[in-house]
T-cell receptor, first 113, second 115 residues
Framework: DGGITQSPKYLFRKEGQNVTLSCEQN?????MYWYRQDPGQGLRLIYY???????QKGDIAEGYSVSREKKESFPLTVTSAQKNPTAFYLC????????????FGPGTRLTVL | AQSVTQLGSHVSVSEGALVLLRCNYS??????LFWYVQYPNQGLQLLLK??????LVKGINGFEAEFKKSETSFHLTKPSAHMSDAAEYFC?????????????FGQGTELSVKP
């Protein structure tokens, strides 16, 4: 079955540590996205990539970094510079452009202890 | 700038009653409009979308939405609520003139269904 996988489902980290969230898709989609979800705030875009080896900052990129070395993979690193990293992180992909439907993974819940 | 407003962060209906979730948007050009559903601790699933053409859009699970340009609205409805409809619903808008068609989400509406 085609889809998007995110791992791990739950992640705990200590303050000051970097952590990397995995996102893989086998839908052959060109575009991939990372969103952060906080209660009552909807989804906010962190980074997006429309093609391999290229990515752009979204609305809340500070304290995060990404890479896009393969079409299938778009990992997100939450760095120690992110002041309030505890949140639910969602990865999505679409065929190419913003007008296309975005398909979401199951999410990773990150908790900073 | 684009924005999406969902009226009511929580909506409660009885099983079998009409479901109406409200969404208003702002966009300077014709938008693409989406409704997604999210069950607890899961990702988002597309219910329906409007791009061009017929303004009444039918989606999965018996939901539909109508694009009303004059009212800048895209309200989601379902004639008869089922217990399995309890979830959070997000309206989203995109247009090609705003940062390459960025997808902007509303704050979400949590739907509760009473037996």
């Amino acid at each position: 079955d085609g889809g998007i996988t995110q791992s791990p489902k739950y992640l705990f980290r200590k303050e000051g540590q970097n952590v990397t969230l995995s996102c893989e898709q086998n839908l052959n989609h060109d575009a991939m996205y990372w969103y952060r979800q906080d209660p009552g705030q909807g989804l906010r875009l962190i980074y997006y990539s429309q093609i391999v080896n290229d990515f752009q900052k979204g609305d809340i990129a500070e304290g995060y970094s990404v890479s896009r070395e393969k079409k299938e993979s778009f990992p997100l690193t939450v760095t120690s510079a992110q002041k309030n990293p505890t949140a639910f992180y969602l990865c999505a992909s679409s065929i190419s452009s913003w007008a296309d439907t975005q398909y979401f993974g199951p999410g990773t819940r990150l908790t900073v202890l | 700038a684009q924005s999406v407003t969902q009226l009511g962060s929580h909506v409660s209906v009885s099983e079998g009653a009409l479901v109406l979730l409200r969404c208003n948007y702002s966009s300077s050009v014709p938008p693409y409009l989406f409704w997604y559903v999210q069950y607890p601790n899961q990702g988002l699933q597309l219910l329906l979308k409007y791009t061009t053409g017929a303004t009444l859009v039918k989606g999965i699970n018996g939901f539909e939405a109508e694009f009303k340009k004059s009212e800048t609205s895209f309200h989601l409805t379902k004639p008869s609520a089922h217990m399995s409809d309890a979830a959070e619903y997000f309206c989203a808008v995109s247009d090609s003139y705003n940062q390459g068609g960025k997808l902007i989400f509303g704050q979400g509406t949590e739907l509760s269904v009473k037996p």
